[in-house]
């Protein structure tokens, strides 16, 4: 009888581990589709310089609220987890930039110089720990 309880516990713990780590794996995963969802629809669609501000924002506040570490001249570090980063290529001044600087240089001068250009997102590319957007590259395509 008491091997019978041990056994029983032991299946009981079974089943209650197997499905937190099944829950939590689902948890997980719908997390990082709605957060990539915000991105996603950018992907090989055009936009204008607006709604770059609007993207380099989102990605911002989102390294900022996962506390994503930065280096000495404040850009931010990557991680594994859950860091985005946007770099933005313009054609213009034949030149990449990178969020951090655009954001730190001021979003209304972005605005007031880019807001009637187009843009389009070239590419994605995802954290493989945790299927979240880990990097996006936007191009300028009219001047």
Partial sequence: MKKLAIIFFIGVVLIVGISYMY???????YEAKKENN?????L???FYGAEV???INKAY???LTSKVEKDNKGN????EENSIKIDLKMTDVDEIFNMEK?????MDNFIKFYNNIKFKCTKIDYHKKTGKIRYM???QITE
């Fill in 23 to 29: 829950l939590n794996y689902k948890s997980s995963y």
């Fill in 38 to 42: 915000q991105f996603e629809s950018y």
């Fill in 44 to 46: 090989n669609q055009e």
């Fill in 53 to 55: 501000v609007t993207l």
């Fill in 61 to 63: 506040d989102n390294n």
């Fill in 76 to 79: 931010f570090i990557e991680n």
């Fill in 102 to 106: 655009l954001y730190l240089g001021g």
């Fill in 137 to 139: 590259l936007i191009e």
